[in-house]
């Protein structure tokens, strides 16, 4: 059974940083591309970041570029999202997803909150 | 972007009764297009994708159709458990994007 496992969400101040985690388990992770999709309070789903199988490509949506950075560690079968200098509109909460070659994500973890607030 | 316009937003029903909920795309994008399900305390689920593949497990009672701008989920014969929110997604380029959700709720 695909399992996804976010973790170390929490209360962040604005302009500190912050690392997330998912632990996956049930499928060869180094086989798959792997995302996160966050969704804002009350909010509909937007992709944050992608990172291929190997790690040697990565891609963010333009609000995120340069604050985030998406890594994965194929020998621990983790996927990693750190983010630095947070904004107040990075408030959501955030899903780590199992992309499929043809880009859509067929396994999703249950998600960690990250609120970023003095 | 490809921007996804979801309607509607919000939608009621009974169960035993069926339903469609539509995404329209900026642009085409062919046939590329998933469904999926959100419910409270639970993954969310991918039920459709490449606009009318049902994923392993999702009941046959779920059917997607369209194919350039304009899609369609149906769901016949709603069960109990189908109430929740629904969201596309374009999976043709990127950035992948969603739509902004409709929400099924029992009448």
């Known amino acids: 059974e695909v399992q996804l496992v976010e973790s170390g969400g929490g209360l962040v101040q604005p302009g500190r940083s912050m690392k997330l985690s998912c632990a996956a388990s049930?499928?060869?992770?180094?086989?798959?591309?792997m995302a996160w999709v966050c969704q804002a309070p009350k909010k509909g789903l937007e992709w944050v970041a992608t990172?291929?199988?190997?790690?040697?490509?990565?891609y963010y949506r333009d609000s995120v570029k340069g604050r985030f950075t998406i890594s994965r560690d194929n020998a621990k079968s983790t996927l990693y999202l750190q983010m630095d200098s947070l904004r107040s509109e990075d408030t959501a909460t955030y899903y780590c997803?199992?992309?499929?070659?043809?880009?859509?994500?067929?396994?999703w973890g249950q998600g960690v909150m990250v609120t970023v607030s003095s | 972007d490809v921007q996804m316009t979801q309607s509607p937003s919000n939608l009621a029903a009974s169960p035993g009764e069926s339903v469609s909920i539509n995404c329209k795309a900026s642009?085409?994008?062919?046939?590329?297009l998933a469904w999926y399900q959100q419910k409270p305390g639970k993954a969310n689920k991918l039920l459709i994708y490449?606009?009318?593949t049902l994923q392993s497990g999702t009941p046959s009672r779920f059917s997607g159709s369209g194919s350039g701008t304009d899609f369609t989920l149906t769901i016949r014969n709603l069960e109990p458990e189908d109430f929740g929110l629904y969201y596309c997604?374009?999976?043709?380029?990127?950035?992948?994007?969603f739509g902004a959700g409709t929400k099924l709720e029992l009448k």
């Open positions: 642009k085409s994008i062919s046939k590329y």
């Open positions: 997803a199992r992309r499929d070659w043809e880009s859509y994500f067929d396994y």
């Open positions: 049930g499928f060869t992770f180094n086989n798959y591309d």
């Open positions: 490449s606009g009318s």
């Open positions: 990172i291929s199988y190997d790690g040697s490509s990565t």
């Open positions: 997604q374009q999976h043709n380029e990127y950035p992948p994007t």
